[in-house]
């Protein structure tokens, strides 16, 4: 939380060195106005206004001008909650309330009508805004208006860039974007992107943004090293090109790095919580500092700028008027093709701990965002039924705001204190109700069937009452893709036999299998579900009868004689005898082999050292020592063999297990690994890993995804743009791993597919490992003050890596569908019985489908969504990149037709839009900028929009459609 008198400067080449401490706090109460001023300066250059500039302040031609921009930073949530910040509570642990500071913003802009100021977090600014009198609205909306309050991002909250995957940074932008457009129209809309806090830059975080519309890019934490280089090389500002798939300049970016992050300089700062001296202005005071502090001033701005001016001008600007000065100038500007991560701010600080911290959490943010995907699909297909229905009134609406929230950088990030991450978890938790209620009112309309609906949130770890205890029920499996999946569905159930069948009753086949860890039954068979839609099975317990015995093999301590070994039509993997580890996967369709050793480590954690005194905490990630430990040698296995599955369940220690898991028809192999509570008894604290080993001769390179699209090359102790020195051989190589990671020698690639985001690299050649846990007894000193320790819950952690072994020209099919029924995996809903008629002009149905025909591989519906009355928000996506794949053609540009695409409506018109949904793609146009690299052609005309849509490569089309429904009942 961020809200102090401030000065930063944005210009090639300037600024101070950032402050190693992550935070400061401070927000004023009134009548103080929460000023931090942020000063940009350039020498003014003629030109034409560009639409949505023209409230910009006049700048004086042939002087250096100072573009003082007055700004707050406003976390939603951090050390306090959401709520917290917004009313000032607790403010013994910070000192801080955001409704105070919109309260003085405003008071001081209508007094100064040359002051001018701009805010970023719509979380907070919709909630006072909903608060204020209509008179006060008003006066907002004249400032907004005059361009003296300006937003910034727009967003919903400022998100984190490393642990966020594309679809929701996506929705969050738009939810807050969608208010100001409603609020203010076109003058309330940003013109740059605005990320002074998150750790770390990603590229596809650029690329979104200028799909969005936006014309710059300003953010404030750069690692030391490379700012150094930039200030050196004056490129503090440039050209960032974020896709290699998109033409440009569809995903340019112009990109501004703050010199100082978002400080003040040095004896600048007037908030309550700063000490510097206060500007005298009367010569008779003996505290007369007024013509000291003016030359201190000019001398920051001149040595800033590099100029030697001797009339300056200085001026109350904002980002956006400060960018288009800029681009009057007609420069000509560097460009990037990388990211920036790993972020350190000093020898032996990297900020790739955060990449895996609160992993519980970081879990039950990406299923949410599947349920919130699969409620939004179904209030658009069922339309207004599914919101006032038998079962009440539903809504998506607090499933959204609580997902938004959640993309905060202190949010999903799990570097926010443990009960403000209790509190985030609370807010998900509250927010699904009214979907379930949505789901209720939509199946039972698509059904043609009332049913006692019933969601069990505890299936991973084998709990749900209904299907344990009832002799018979259904289960509804809803599928969001645009194609049909087979889906192995996985039930607790008492010791029992029983008979399942399929939507048209016939009988599936079935196995109830115990999990020998929990002597617990899993009853398991294989559910078909159609293209975004449904398919209803019932299960029945058949009386008098047990399960029939299965193959279980206990291991002993001492080896067997034989290997143990699971396979199916596709994979086998072999374990070592000896260790029961895993040490050999084969791709039984490309005759692949390739020896992988694969086991658990823990790093232990520093708690500082002759070296550095930086410890390892919520943010940090630094080992005591280069190579971890073994968390064991060796495995104690069982073995479970059905016709339904093949499972080595594998226990490590009383706080490390996994199951290793081949399902009939599965192309990749589950390992579904537990961990927690982590024992810290001995003072050390731990931080783990899983590894897998191949014999892969990888040069030193590896891949990572960009928030779970595209995907960048990495190379051990190596960036792309300056000579690194590096002082952390371990994290300084760790990346985020937002969905998958793979190594490849060329012919062969390993890829591991990630259930959440966490921190992963390649250490050594052949070699991948993902940290899935970390718990921590000292806090890293970047604000929290508390050390990592995962209280409640979040102590255990299940979860899941998918390896996928293949060659490496057709590995990319593999990895990308498999990596969509991850994020959009089926959801299932259960109710006993078999219900009562609903809907009497409907025959009551076991199977729906709401897409007359599938989709192309390669598409992907990334939304569909109510946006108002009669009007659906549609995106579709191509989710391969260009040449990615080159066994299925799945690389190429895609033509498909909407015309009767959807079975619950029909599409009567469609409008273009921009990314966010907040501007017509026809109206759209952003900046131009010019690039070192020779010009760059103007993207032609806005296309005609029919119902003919064509994708190329890693392009997303987004759309609103006015809708008219089927006849309802």
Known sequence: MVAEARFWGVRAGGGQDEAGSRKRSGALQPPLPPFSFLFLLLLAAHGVWAAGYQTCPKVEPDMLNVHLVAHTHDDVGWLKTVDQYFYGIQNDVQHAGVQYILDSVISSLLMEPTRRFVYVEIAFFSRWWHQQTNATQEMVRNLVRQGRLEFANGGWVMNDEAATHYGAIIDQMTLGLRFLEDTFGSDGRPRVAWHIDPFGHSREQASLFAQM?????????????????????????????????????????????????????????????????????????????????????????????????????????????????????????????????????????????????????????????????????????????????????????????????????????????????????????????????????????????????????KLNISVCPLTQNAEKFQVTIYNPLGRKVDWMVRLPVSEHVYLVKDPNGTVVPSDVVTVPSSDSQDLLFSASVPALGFSIYSVTRVPGQSPQAYDRHPRSQKPWSRVLVIQNEHIRARFNPDTGLLMEIENLDENLLLPVRQAFYWYNASMGNNLSSQASGAYIFRPERQEPLLVSHWAKTHLVKTDLVQEVHQNFSAWCSQVVRLYPGQRYLELEWTVGPIPTGDSWG?????????????????????????????????????????????????????????????????????????????????????????RLLVDDARGVGEPLLEEGSGLWVRGRHLVLLDKARTAASGHRLQAEKEVLAPQVVLARGGGVPYCLKVAPRTQFSGLRRELPLSVHLLTLAHWGPETLLLRFEHQFAVGEDAGRNLSSPVTFDLTNLFSTFTITSLRETTLAANQLQAHSSRLKWTANTGPTPHPPPSRLVSATITLQPMEIRTFLASVQWEEDC
């Not at 000065?325 to 350190?344: G, R």
């Not at 062969?748 to 940290?771: F, I, Y």
Request: include cysteine.
């Open 686 to 774: 731990k931080e783990i890993i899983s590894r897998f080993d191949t014999t892969l001769e990888t040069d030193g390179l590896f891949y990572t995804d960009s928030n779970g699209r595209e995907i960048l090359e990495r190379r051990r102790d190596y960036r792309p743009t300056w000579k690194l020195n590096q002082t952390e051989p371990v994290a300084g190589n760790y990346y985020p791993v937002n969905s998958r990671i793979y190594i490849t020698d060329g012919k062969t690639q390993l890829t591991v597919l990630t259930d959440r985001s966490q921190g992963g690299s390649s250490l050594g050649d052949g070699s991948v490992e993902l940290m899935v846990h970390r």
């Open 213 to 457: 519309g936006f014309d710059g890019f300003f953010f404030g934490r750069l690692d030391y090293q490379d700012k150094n280089v930039r200030k050196e090389k004056r490129q503090m500002e440039q050209l960032w090109r974020a896709s290699a798939s998109l033409k440009p300049p569809a995903a340019d970016l112009f990109t501004s790095v703050l010199p100082n992050m978002y400080n003040p300089p040095t004896g600048l700062c007037w908030d309550t919580l700063c000490a510097d001296k206060p500007f005298v202005e009367d010569p008779r005071s003996p505290e007369y500092n007024a013509k000291e502090l003016v030359r201190y001033f000019l001398e920051l701005a001149t040595a800033q700028q590099k100029a030697n001016r001797s009339r300056v001008n200085v001026l109350y600007s904002t980002p956006a008027c400060y960018l288009w000065e800029l681009n009057k100038a007609n420069l000509t500007w560097s460009v990037k093709e990388d990211d920036f991560f790993p972020y350190a701010d000093g020898p032996h600080m990297f900020w790739t701990g955060y990449f895996s911290s609160r992993p519980a959490l970081k879990r039950y943010e990406r299923l949410s965002y599947n349920f919130l995907q699969v409620c939004n699909q179904l209030e658009a297909l069922v339309g207004p039924a599914a919101n006032m229905g038998p079962y009440g009134s539903g809504d998506s609406a607090p499933l959204k705001e609580a997902m938004a929230v959640l993309q905060h950088h202190d949010a999903v990030s799990g570097t926010s204190r443990q009960h403000v991450a209790n509190d985030y978890a609370r807010q998900l938790a509250e927010s699904w109700g009214p979907c379930e209620v949505l789901l209720s009112n939509a199946l039972a309309q698509l059904s043609g069937s009332k049913k006692d609906f019933v969601f069990c949130h």
